[in-house]
Antibody, heavy 131, light 107 residues
């Protein structure tokens, strides 16, 4: 059974760089397509999708963060990482890593639908941006 | 970007009640709608994918429905362990987005 674990510093100074790592253990089905995802949640607020990296290393980011975020994959270490540059207090949040699964269904012959969902989550790690 | 709006923001119900949470998207998303449950201090847990597909191990009292722009999550016969915040999420197009959450409290 796949498990995810976030790690990284809990305190980052404003204008500096936030770096988190998610370690994947337990293995995944090699016939299924996955994306490795970061989601964050400020205290008492809702969930925000930050971005993802595919198993082929292609990344997608939330437009509001695109200029200062990077998500990368290290398959040899079974890890993927989040780097967020020039942080401010607004980046203070619990950061979750998650596995996004692509599911293909065929409602009728020759037709295919694709659905995506986050079905494995890490426990989350709190990052505070403060001097 | 697609905006997701949940209602109500909070809900109080008794054990055994049936409750319904609504999620509306700002544009059509077919059936690309997931529901998550988040208990206090814990990571979200996927309950339902593709609008109505119940995840393995999730009690059958949870039911999702809808397509296009309007979706519902119904919890039949509410149990004490259902106390949580529930989020909808669209995965029709990037950036993925979540509703603001519905806090379910027990009377």
């Amino acid at each position: 059974q796949v498990q995810l674990q976030e790690s990284g510093p809990g305190l980052v100074k404003p204008s500096q760089t936030l770096s988190l790592t998610c370690t994947v253990s337990g293995g995944s089905d090699s016939t299924v397509k996955y994306y490795w995802t970061w989601i964050r949640q400020p205290a008492g607020k809702g969930l925000e999708w930050v971005g993802r990296v595919s198993t082929s290393g292609v990344s997608d980011y939330h437009p509001s963060l695109r200029s200062r975020v990077s998500i990368s994959l290290d398959t040899s270490e079974s890890q993927f990482s989040l780097t967020l540059f020039s942080v401010t207090a607004a980046d203070t949040a619990v950061y979750y890593c998650a596995r996004e699964t692509e599911e293909m269904t065929s409602p009728s012959w020759g037709l295919y639908d694709y659905y995506y969902y986050m079905n494995v989550w890490g426990k989350g790690t709190t990052v505070i941006v403060s001097s | 970007d697609i905006q997701m709006t949940q209602s109500p923001s909070s809900l109080s119900a008794s054990v055994g009640d049936s409750v319904t949470i609504t999620c509306r998207s700002s544009q059509t998303i077919d059936r690309s709608l997931n529901w998550y449950q988040q208990k206090s201090g814990k990571a979200p847990k996927l309950l339902i994918s593709a609008s109505s597909s119940l995840q393995s191990g999730v009690p059958s009292r949870f039911r999702g429905s809808g397509s296009g722009t309007d979706f519902t999550l119904t919890i039949g016969s509410l149990q004490p362990e259902d106390l949580a915040i529930y989020y909808c999420q669209q995965t029709d197009s990037l950036p993925y987005s979540f509703g603001q959450g519905t806090k379910l409290e027990l009377k």
